[in-house]
Structure formats: structure tokens, C-alpha cells
């Protein structure tokens, strides 16, 4: 990819605004303030992604979301399972711990992530000036490989890398780590580039 240097710096500006306003709307859905510590952005191969999240067999949550518009590709929010407890005690007022989540609880997380993906592709349609849309969300609890294995194998025939961005927020004077991946498809990519006036 010409020009990999000029293209990182402008996809870690939308990776900052992005989580800038995901963060934002994380305070009001759990009514409190939430703060952030500036996001890591890595433009990563679809094999290294794992290890970010602590390992192909670490037990994480998945919200996926397909994008369609004038992008094309997929968001996923992803979360450690006990980052995943400390936002449910504080979106609920409870103490529990543990790794089990009830049909609730999940239902709550997965709003959780498709209310972040919207406000993350919301801050890049804006920038871009393009129509960017949802699909419902899809959650899933499994190993980091097997949710992985969703993005890796639906887009690595156009892409080989993903915009990956760790966010570390702190809720109730605990962090929650969580990671968006970020895949859009080639001619999507080429579009955010162009329409930022990189190529």
C-alpha cells in the first residue's frame, strides 16, 4: 500500500474522534462520567488481532455489525469477559462476579455495542461526508480465534489488515478494556482515503 505512513496518521485521527465520541456516548448510557485514556490504534494483520485480546483461546464477548452504504465491511466491538462484568455491575447497580451473563445482561452488552459502533461509524460518515448503515447486532461469547474467525475469513480475500483500536475506559474507578476492529473493503477503503483527500 503506497503511502502507508500518510494513511496511518489519518486513520488514527479517525480513530481518535471515533472513540472520542464512543466514549461520550458510554457516559450516557451509564449515566456517569467515563474516562479514557488515549486509544492505541495499530493497523494489524487479521493474525495478530488475537493476541491483543490475551490469546486465541481467551473467552471474549463479539458484537458484530455489518456496514453498508456508501461503506462497505464490518465493526466489532470487542470485550474481556470481566470488562464485560464491571460494565453490566454499572449499568445495573449490582456486585456480581464470575463469567456467566443472563439473557438480560447480554441483551444490555450488546446494546452497549452497537450504540459504541454507531457513534464510531457516526464520527466517520461525518468526517467523510458519506451515508454509512447498521445491521442489527450479532453478540457472541466464544474464544478470540473463533470470533475472529468472522472478520478474517469474510474480508481477507480484499483486505489483509484491519484498523484495530484499544480503548481503556474507567467506570466505577475500574478499566474496561475494550477493542473495536474496524474492516472495510478494499473499494471502501480507497473511498475513506479519497474522500480525505490522501489518494
Not at 28 to 54: C, E, R, Y
Not at 85 to 94: E, I, Q
Not at 116 to 136: C, D, F, T
Not at 164 to 170: D, G, K, L, R, Y
Request: charged fraction near 20%.
Amino acid at each position: 500500500m503506497q503511502n502507508i505512513d500518510e494513511h496511518f496518521d489519518i486513520l488514527k485521527e479517525i480513530g481518535n474522534i471515533g472513540a472520542g465520541n464512543a466514549v461520550t456516548a458510554l457516559s450516557q448510557i451509564l449515566n456517569k462520567k467515563i474516562k479514557m485514556s488515549v486509544p492505541n490504534i495499530n493497523l494489524s494483520d487479521f493474525k495478530d488481532v488475537a493476541t491483543f485480546v490475551g490469546g486465541p483461546e481467551k473467552l471474549i464477548i463479539g458484537i458484530l455489525v455489518h456496514v453498508s452504504g456508501d461503506i462497505n465491511g464490518i465493526m466489532m466491538f470487542i470485550v474481556r469477559l470481566e470488562s464485560a462484568r464491571v460494565l453490566t455491575n454499572s449499568m445495573f447497580g449490582s456486585d456480581k462476579s464470575g463469567s456467566e451473563f443472563d439473557e438480560i445482561e447480554l441483551s444490555a452488552l450488546k446494546e452497549v455495542g452497537n450504540i459504541l459502533a454507531s457513534s464510531y461509524l457516526g464520527s466517520l460518515a461525518s468526517l467523510i461526508n458519506k451515508k454509512i448503515s447498521l445491521s442489527v447486532p450479532y453478540i457472541s461469547i466464544d474464544m478470540a480465534n473463533a470470533i475472529l474467525s468472522v472478520p478474517a475469513i469474510e474480508f481477507s480475500k480484499v483486505a489483509d489488515r484491519v484498523l484495530f483500536i484499544e480503548s481503556v475506559f474507567e467506570a466505577d474507578k475500574q478499566d474496561v478494556s475494550g477493542y473495536f476492529v474496524l474492516v472495510p473493503d478494499m473499494p471502501s477503503f480507497n473511498l475513506i482515503l479519497s474522500s480525505l483527500g490522501v489518494v
